[in-house]
């Protein structure tokens, strides 16, 4: 078992940087693949990016790749999202995710591959 709080979200001007936090409590957290999600209320949740649990693999959304960095620090149980450029389009809540690492076919950017949630950051862009 795993428990996820996230952590760092705020409000913040377009083209500024953000970094939100996930950090994690329980046994074998190396073992998870973790991933970041977010959620505009009224619409579906969407993959922002995801990090495998020992290789360290990083996955991006097309929306975010070359602006959002993911990266963990397995003996912190912590993972990190760092945002840069953000654009008003970026606002939402923003939660972490983590399911076991060992699972066949495992596809990172799917939401329904996790079991394991964070009660979720608000992150808003805005002038």
């Known amino acids: 078992q795993v428990h996820l709080v996230e952590s760092g979200g705020d409000l913040v001007q377009p083209g500024r940087s953000l970094r939100i936090s996930c950090a994690a409590s329980?046994?074998?957290?190396?073992?998870?693949?973790v991933g970041w999600f977010r959620q505009v209320q009224g619409k579906e949740r969407e993959s922002v990016a995801a990090?495998?649990?020992?290789?360290?693999?990083?996955y991006y959304a097309d929306s975010v790749k070359g602006r959002f960095t993911i990266s963990r620090d397995n003996v912190k149980q912590m993972v990190y999202l760092q945002m840069d450029n953000l654009e008003p389009e970026d606002t939402a809540v923003y939660f972490c995710?983590?399911?076991?690492?060992?699972?066949?076919?495992?596809?990172?950017?799917?939401?329904?591959?996790?079991?394991?949630w964070g009660q979720g950051t608000q992150v808003t862009v805005s002038s």
């Open positions: 995710a983590a399911a076991w690492g060992y699972v066949v076919d495992f596809r990172p950017l799917n939401p329904t591959q996790y079991n394991h």
């Open positions: 329980g046994t074998n957290f190396a073992n998870y693949n």
């Open positions: 990090i495998t649990g020992r290789a360290l693999t990083p």
